[in-house]
C-alpha cells in the first residue's frame, strides 16, 4: 500500500524560502516517477515538479523553473521540494504523488495516481 506523507508546510513572507518533505513507503521506487502537485483555491490542481526514478530526470513548471528544486532522498524512501524566492502566487495547497510521467519532447506530463493528504503553503506578508 503506498503511503506518502507530506509536511513542511506554513506561512512565509514573499522572498522567503521552505522547504517540503514527503515521507514515502509501499512501492517499486524505481517504477514510477514522484514529485509535487499544488491547488490554489478555485483553480485546477497543477504539476509542479517530478522525477523520474528511473532514469534521475527532474522536471519543473515553467512557474517554478530556478526557484523550485526537487530531489530524492538516497534512501528512496523520501522526496524534498525547496522552494525559494517564494511569491504569493504560490499559495496553494501541495501534494506529494506517485506515478506515471510522459514526456513530448521538450514537454512533460504527470500522470499522478497515489496521493499524500497536502500541506498548506501560504505565501503573504
Known amino acids: 500500500q503506498v503511503q506518502l506523507v507530506e509536511s513542511g508546510g506554513g506561512l512565509v513572507q514573499p522572498g522567503g524560502s521552505l522547504r517540503l518533505s514527503c515521507a514515502t513507503s509501499?512501492?517499486?521506487?524505481?517504477?514510477?516517477?514522484i514529485g509535487w502537485f499544488r491547488q490554489a483555491p478555485g483553480r485546477d490542481r497543477e504539476a509542479v515538479s517530478c522525477v523520474n526514478n528511473f532514469d534521475d530526470k527532474k522536471y519543473y513548471a515553467d512557474s517554478v523553473k530556478g526557484r523550485f528544486t526537487i530531489s530524492t532522498a538516497n534512501a528512496k524512501n523520501a522526496v524534498y521540494l525547496q522552494m525559494n524566492d517564494l511569491r504569493p502566487e504560490d499559495s496553494a495547497v501541495y501534494y506529494c504523488a506517485t506515478g506515471q510521467l510522459s514526456t513530448f519532447g521538450s514537454k512533460w506530463h504527470f500522470d499522478g495516481r497515489s496521493w499524500g493528504q497536502g500541506t498548506q503553503v501560504t505565501v503573504s506578508s
Open positions: 509501499g512501492f517499486s521506487w524505481n517504477a514510477v516517477a
